[in-house]
C-alpha cells in the first residue's frame, strides 16, 4: 500500500512538474504578445465629455460610452459584498486566480467539452477588460491567467477591485457602477436600495439580456442569485433579504443628470471641443464650461418659449393632435399607457379629453392624472382659419374639445390651460458687451422637435434692425442727433425696371421735418433712405461690414436702408455689442474653458475687442435708441418710441433699443442693451415666405374683423423684456459716461438750431453743434449745424 501511495505521490509531482514546464514553455512563446499591464498604474478610464455652465451646473454629455468613475472607498460597502459575492467570494484571498475555480471548470470542459466562464476572478476579468478580446479560447484565457498574476504584483486588491467596478460594462452604454446607478435608476450609488446594489451587481454575466430594462423577468431571476449568495455568505441578513426579494424590479432609462435645458449652446460647445481635440472629445473625460449663467439660461428659455406660445394663443386654435376614439371610449389605463408613449416639449404635455361640460372639460395628462379645464383656459380658442384670420369667439367647451381628442396642455398658475405646439419659431441670443462672452442662448422653440439653431445658422433680413448701423455712418458723415431731414414720401422712378419705388413708414404716416434723434427712435422708413443717400451706399456697406455683416452677399441698393440684408440673431446680437460697450467690435464666444479628468486646463478663452466706430459714435446712437424706448418732445407734442414697452415694464434708463419688421412682417426682431448686457430676440416661420400675420385686438370680434398686425414690438420686444427683467436683477442701473469730445447745447426741438430761450438739450461732438438760433417751436426753420444748412 505504502508502495501504491510512494508511486501515485511521484505520478503526481511529474504531472505537476510537466505542468509548470509546459506553462513556462507556453509562458516564453506567448511572452512578447503579452501587453504591458504596467500602464494600468497609470490608466485613464474613457469618460465622456460633459458641457457645464459658467456656475457649473451640467447641461449635456456627449460620447458613446457612460462612465463615472469613483473611488472605492466611496462606494457603499454592500455594493462591493454584491459583486464580490458574486463574481469572486474568495478575491482579498487568492493571488489573482482562484485554482479552486480553474480546477472546477476544467473538469466540467474534461467531462462535457463545455468551456464556461465561471473560473475568472476580478482580477482576470480586469485583464480581460483591460488587454483581450472577450473570446473564448484556450491561448486567450492562458494569457488572462499570466496577465491576472502580474496585475496582482503591480496593484493592491482595492486599486484593482476600482479599476473593476469603474471598467466593467453594466448595458445600455453604461460602464461603472456609478454610471449604471444614473442609467437604470437616476441615482447616484450612495442612494441606492440593497434590491438595485443586487441588480447591478448581477450584470456583468451577460448585461445586455440581463438588465432591467431590457428583459425584467430575468433581471429579476439574476437578482435573486445575487441575493441569495449574499445571504450565504453572511453580507446581509434574512429580513434584508426577503425585504429585497419583496422589491418590485423597476428600472427605466435615465440620460445625464443634466440640470440646465440648454441643447443648443450644448451643441455649439461641442462642436468647438470637436475641432479642438477630434475623436478623443468622446473619451477623455473633457469638461467643457460655457459662457452662459443659469438664472440667465433659464429666463431665456421660459421668455423664448412663453413669447412662441402667446403668439399661438393670438393666432386661434388649429385643434387637437389626434383623435383617440369617437365612439366608445378608451379604459383609464389603455389612457395612461397611450400617454406614456406621448413625448413632452416642456412646459406642454400631451392629455386626453376624457368629458366635455358646458364651460370646462376633464382632460387625463401624461405623469399628472385627471385635470379639469375651467374657461380661463379654454377661451383663447377661437378656431384658426390663417394667420391674419380668426373664427369667433367660442361661447361653450364643446364648440373647442370633443372627448377622445388628444391635445396639448400646460400649466397656468395654480391650474391648467389648453395649449398646441406652435408652428411660428424664434430665437434668443445674449452677450456680455465687453467681451462678447455668451450669457444666454435658445435656438428654437424645442431642441429635441427640430436641432436647427437659428440663433447662429438662420440667416433673415434684419428689416428696422438695421437703421441704427445707417445712423452711426450718417453721425460720421455731416449729419447730428439735431440734423432735420424731411419725413416725406419718396417716389423714385426706376429706368431699368420701368416702373417706380414707393417705399413706405410704418404706419403710413409722414411727419414732414423731424430730427434725426426722433427718426430713428420712430423708425421712419423714409428718413433712413435719405441718409442713406446722404452718406452714399460705399459708405454705409463699409460701415456694416465694420460691424461684422457680410456684406458680399448684400446688394447695393437703396432697399438697404430698409434691412434687406439678412443676418442672423447672432450677428444682430454682436453688432448692437458695439453700441452697448462704446464702440468695440467683439467676437461672441460660448466656452470658457476646457479642463481634462483631472482638472488641468487645457483651453481658456481669450475675448478681444477691435475698434470699430468712436466712442462718441456709440454714445450719440445709444441715446437716440434710449429715446426708443422713453420717447420725447418735438415742437411741443409728445411722441413713444417703437419700444415704449420696455422702458414700462424696466423702469431703468440705461437701457437701448431698437424694433425690426420686414416687409409683410415675415420677421420680428428687437434688439437692446444695457451696459451690462445686450440681447436680440428673433420670432418669424421657417417658412421664409410665411407672414407672421395679424390678430383680433378683441376676441369678440368677427372672423374678417382683425386689424392687428404682428410687429418687432408686439412679437420679439415681450421676449426681450421677460429675459432682461431676470438677466439685470443683478446689474444696478448706471448712469451712461458722456465722451469728453461731445458737448451739450439747448436746440429748439423744432427746428434743431440753438435754442433762443427754453429748449432741449443735446449731444453733439465738439465742433458740429449748431451756430444758428432759431425760435423755440419753429418747425419751419430747418439746418444750422455747423456742417450743412440744408434739410434732407
Same mark, same amino acid.
Do not use: C
Given at each position: ?157 482595492? &486599486?484593482? *477591485?476600482?479599476?473593476? @467596478?469603474?471598467?466593467?460594462? +453594466?448595458? #445600455?452604454?453604461?460602464? !461603472?457602477? =456609478? ?122 428659455? &421660459?421668455? *423664448?418659449?412663453?413669447? @412662441?406660445?402667446?403668439?399661438? +394663443?393670438? #393666432?386661434?386654435?388649429? !385643434?387637437? =393632435? ?471
Amino acid at each position: 500500500m505504502l508502495k501504491w501511495l510512494s508511486r501515485l505521490f511521484l505520478f503526481g509531482l511529474f504531472l505537476t512538474i510537466s505542468a509548470l514546464v509546459a506553462l513556462f514553455v507556453l509562458y516564453q512563446q506567448i511572452r512578447t504578445e503579452l501587453p504591458d499591464v504596467s500602464t494600468l498604474k497609470d490608466v485613464r478610464l474613457e469618460t465622456p465629455m460633459r458641457v457645464f455652465s459658467q456656475d457649473g451646473e451640467l447641461i449635456s454629455q456627449y460620447g458613446e460610452q457612460r462612465r463615472t468613475p469613483i473611488a472605492v472607498a466611496e462606494m457603499p460597502p454592500l455594493l462591493i459584498d454584491a459583486f464580490l459575492a458574486t463574481e469572486d467570494a474568495r478575491f482579498y484571498e487568492h493571488p489573482g486566480i482562484d485554482p479552486i475555480g480553474i480546477s472546477r471548470a476544467a473538469v466540467v470542459w474534461l467531462s462535457t467539452g463545455e468551456k464556461r466562464q465561471g473560473a475568472s476572478t476580478i482580477t482576470q476579468q480586469v485583464a480581460r477588460n483591460f488587454f483581450l478580446s472577450r473570446e473564448k479560447t484556450v491561448i486567450r484565457k492562458v494569457k488572462e491567467i499570466f496577465l491576472a498574476l502580474h496585475i496582482e504584483t503591480l496593484l493592491t486588491k482595492d &486599486e484593482i *477591485l476600482e479599476l473593476y @467596478l469603474n471598467k466593467i460594462p +453594466l448595458g #445600455h452604454r453604461s460602464h !461603472g457602477v =456609478a454610471a449604471a446607478a444614473q442609467v437604470y435608476y437616476g441615482k447616484s450609488v450612495h442612494e441606492l436600495t440593497l434590491a438595485e446594489m443586487a441588480m447591478i451587481a448581477g450584470l456583468p454575466q451577460a448585461p445586455s439580456v440581463l438588465n432591467p430594462i431590457s428583459n425584467p423577468r430575468r433581471a429579476g431571476e439574476r437578482r435573486a442569485v445575487v441575493l441569495g449568495r449574499m445571504l450565504d455568505t453572511g453580507k446581509i441578513s434574512r429580513s434584508q433579504y426577503e425585504d429585497a426579494m419583496a422589491a418590485p424590479v423597476a428600472a427605466r432609462y435615465h440620460g445625464a443628470e443634466i440640470t440646465l435645458n440648454a441643447p443648443y449652446l450644448a451643441e455649439m460647445a461641442h462642436q468647438f471641443a470637436l475641432a479642438m481635440f477630434g475623436e478623443e472629445t468622446y473619451t477623455r473625460g473633457l469638461n467643457v464650461y460655457t459662457t452662459v449663467q443659469s438664472d440667465e439660461q433659464r429666463a431665456a428659455n &421660459e421668455a *423664448l418659449v412663453n413669447g @412662441l406660445l402667446a403668439y399661438d +394663443l393670438r #393666432h386661434g386654435y388649429r !385643434g387637437p =393632435a389626434d383623435t383617440l376614439w369617437q365612439g366608445n371610449a378608451w379604459e383609464g389605463e389603455q389612457i395612461r399607457q397611450h400617454l406614456e408613449e406621448q413625448p413632452s416639449y416642456w412646459p406642454l404635455q400631451p392629455a386626453v379629453v376624457t368629458a366635455v361640460a358646458e364651460r370646462e372639460a376633464t382632460v387625463i395628462v401624461k405623469g399628472k392624472g385627471e385635470i379639469r379645464l375651467d374657461w380661463d383656459g379654454l377661451k383663447w380658442a377661437r378656431p384658426y382659419i390663417s394667420d391674419s384670420r380668426q373664427g369667433n369667439a367660442p361661447r361653450r367647451a364643446g364648440d373647442i374639445l370633443k372627448a377622445g381628442e388628444q391635445v396639448w396642455v400646460r400649466p397656468q398658475g395654480e391650474g391648467w390651460m389648453l395649449a398646441q405646439l406652435p408652428e411660428i419659431n424664434g430665437a434668443l441670443v445674449a452677450l456680455e458687451p465687453a467681451s462678447g462672452a455668451v450669457t444666454a442662448l435658445v435656438g428654437g422653440f424645442n431642441f429635441t422637435l427640430n436641432k436647427f439653431n437659428r440663433s447662429e445658422q438662420a440667416a433673415r433680413q434684419m428689416g428696422s434692425n438695421i437703421k441704427p448701423f445707417i445712423y452711426s455712418a450718417a453721425l460720421d458723415n455731416g449729419f447730428t442727433l439735431a440734423s432735420m431731414v424731411n419725413d416725406a414720401p419718396i417716389n423714385h422712378w426706376d429706368a431699368g425696371s420701368g416702373s417706380s419705388w414707393r417705399p413706405r413708414n410704418s404706419p403710413n404716416v409722414y411727419d414732414g421735418p423731424i430730427r434725426v434723434r426722433e427718426a430713428l427712435a420712430r423708425s421712419k422708413n423714409v428718413v433712413s433712405i435719405r441718409l442713406l443717400r446722404e452718406t452714399g451706399i460705399p459708405t454705409t456697406m463699409q460701415r456694416l461690414n465694420d460691424f461684422g455683416f457680410n456684406t458680399a452677399s448684400i446688394p447695393a441698393t437703396e432697399s438697404l436702408a430698409l434691412g434687406s440684408p439678412s443676418a442672423t440673431p447672432l450677428e444682430m446680437v454682436t453688432g448692437y455689442a458695439t453700441f452697448a460697450n462704446g464702440g468695440l467690435k467683439v467676437t461672441p464666444f460660448v466656452v470658457q474653458r476646457i479642463e481634462d479628468a483631472q482638472g488641468q486646463v487645457l483651453y481658456q478663452a481669450q475675448p478681444g475687442s477691435q475698434r470699430v466706430i468712436s466712442e462718441e459714435n456709440a454714445f450719440l446712437i445709444t441715446e437716440a435708441l434710449s429715446s426708443a424706448i422713453w420717447g420725447g418732445n418735438s415742437a411741443g407734442r409728445r411722441w413713444n418710441g417703437t419700444g415704449w414697452r420696455a422702458g414700462r415694464a424696466l423702469e431703468r434708463k440705461d437701457i437701448a433699443g431698437k424694433t425690426g419688421t420686414t416687409n409683410d412682417s415675415r420677421d420680428a426682431w428687437f434688439s437692446g442693451y444695457a451696459p451690462a448686457r445686450v440681447a436680440t430676440a428673433w420670432v418669424g416661420f421657417d417658412d421664409f415666405g410665411r407672414p407672421l400675420g395679424r390678430t383680433a385686438h378683441n376676441p369678440n370680434l368677427g372672423a374678417d374683423q382683425v386689424t392687428g398686425g404682428e410687429f418687432g414690438g408686439s412679437a420679439a420686444l415681450p421676449i426681450w423684456i421677460d429675459y432682461m427683467k431676470v438677466a439685470l436683477q443683478e446689474h444696478p442701473e448706471q448712469q451712461r459716461r458722456v465722451p469728453e469730445n461731445l458737448v451739450t447745447v439747448t436746440i429748439d426741438s423744432g427746428s434743431g438750431l440753438r435754442a433762443d430761450g427754453q429748449g432741449l438739450a443735446e449731444y453733439f461732438v465738439q465742433g458740429t453743434e449748431p451756430r444758428r438760433y432759431g425760435r423755440a417751436g419753429n418747425s419751419q426753420q430747418f439746418g444750422g449745424t455747423s456742417i450743412t444748412d440744408e434739410l434732407f
